[in-house]
């Protein structure tokens, strides 16, 4: 069985920094794609961030490019989002999903993505 889990948000005030993970198990890490996709209130599900772990290349979305980093620990089967620069904007619900066949994750698309976590929430104070 699949699973997905994230953790590490919370509450933070405009301009700091916070560190996702997304915790995998069930699956061969290096024959996935995995990606953070938010949902902000009211807002379609919006794909920012996805790595792949054959050989952790990295895709962004133009609206966290330069503020988050994403990388992977294989060994851990994790993937880590370090999220730096926040903005109030920034507010929502991360979830962390993998794709095993397919390029939804690279084009950063939800809808592709097979297993998804349940989600921790950042919230951004301004």
């Known amino acids: 069985e699949v699973q997905v889990v994230e953790s590490g948000g919370g509450l933070v005030q405009a301009g700091g920094s916070l560190r996702l993970s997304c915790s995998t198990s069930?699956?061969?890490?290096?024959?996935?794609?995995i990606g953070w996709i938010r949902q902000a209130p009211g807002k379609e599900p919006e794909g920012s961030v996805c790595i792949s772990g054959s050989d952790g290349r990295a895709y962004y979305g133009h609206s966290v490019k330069g503020r988050f980093t994403v990388s992977s620990d294989n060994v851990k089967n994790t993937m880590y989002l370090q999220l730096d620069g926040l903005k109030p904007e920034d507010t929502a619900v991360y979830y962390c999903?993998?794709?095993?066949?397919?390029?939804?994750?690279?084009?950063?698309?939800?809808?592709?993505?097979?297993?998804w976590g349940k989600g921790t929430l950042v919230t951004v104070s301004s």
């Open positions: 999903a993998t794709e095993t066949y397919g390029s939804s994750c690279v084009f950063l698309r939800p809808s592709g993505m097979d297993y």
């Open positions: 069930g699956l061969t890490f290096e024959e996935h794609t």
